[in-house]
T-cell receptor
């Protein structure tokens, strides 16, 4: 089944404790992206990647890191989480880099709480 | 970077046709327009994309006027299950990066019986 998976789905952590949210897609998509969603603010892009070893900042990259060492994986890293990073996070992938298909496929979301 | 403006919320009734308009006055020549639907605590789901004129699929139609400064998502005969947030995105991907692709706050559509 074609899908985007994220782990963990739920995470409660404490301020300053490094964490990684994994994202994996099995559709051989070039483009991958991370978003965060907060009440009243809609979806905001954190980072995106056009291909392996190519990443770029989105609208709200502060406090986050990403890597794209393999085409299928795009982990989101919080080196020192803070309470303002409490949010619902979505990973997405798309074939658009090699076609005019702009459909993004989203993962199920990761709800992160930082205390 | 093409910005979009949508109504914050809309109400309608089951069986009606609903039209949600998105303004994108500074759309660039290469920009495509895409619409997504999102239910609470789920990831957005692609509905439709277009470049100009009219596009129709099994769930919606997208109307884009000649100047492309706006677009209208049309949902025929809505049901209660169409209650969701709808996002309009305008952007393009190029060798230099991905422009646009900001979801914004979307339009919260509420369908009543």
């Amino acid at each position: 089944e074609a899908q985007v998976t994220q782990n963990p789905r739920y995470l409660i952590t404490v301020t300053g404790k490094k964490l990684t949210v994994t994202c994996s897609q099995n559709m051989n998509h070039e483009y991958m992206s991370w978003y965060r969603q907060d009440p009243g603010l809609g979806l905001r892009q954190i980072y995106y990647s056009m291909n392996v070893e190519v990443t770029d900042k989105g609208d709200v990259p502060e406090g986050y890191k990403v890597s794209r060492k393999e085409k299928r994986n795009f982990p989101l890293i919080l080196e020192s989480p803070s309470p303002n990073q409490t949010s619902l996070y979505f990973c997405a992938s798309s074939p658009l880099w090699t076609s005019d298909n702009y459909e993004q496929y989203f993962g199920p979301g990761t709800r992160l709480t930082v205390t | 970077l093409a910005k979009t403006t949508q109504p914050i919320s809309m109400d309608s009734y089951e069986g009606q046709e609903v039209n949600i308009t998105c303004s994108h006055n500074n759309i660039a020549t290469n920009d495509y327009i895409t619409w997504y639907q999102q239910f609470p605590s789920q990831g957005p789901r692609f509905i439709i994309q277009g470049y100009k004129t009219k596009v129709t699929n099994e769930v919606a139609s997208l109307f884009i006027p000649a100047d492309r400064k706006s677009s209208t998502l049309s949902l025929p005969r809505v049901s209660l299950s169409d209650t969701a947030v709808y996002y309009c995105l305008v952007g393009v991907y190029s060798g230099g990066g991905a422009d646009g692709l900001t979801f914004g706050k979307g339009t919260h559509l509420i369908i009543q019986p």
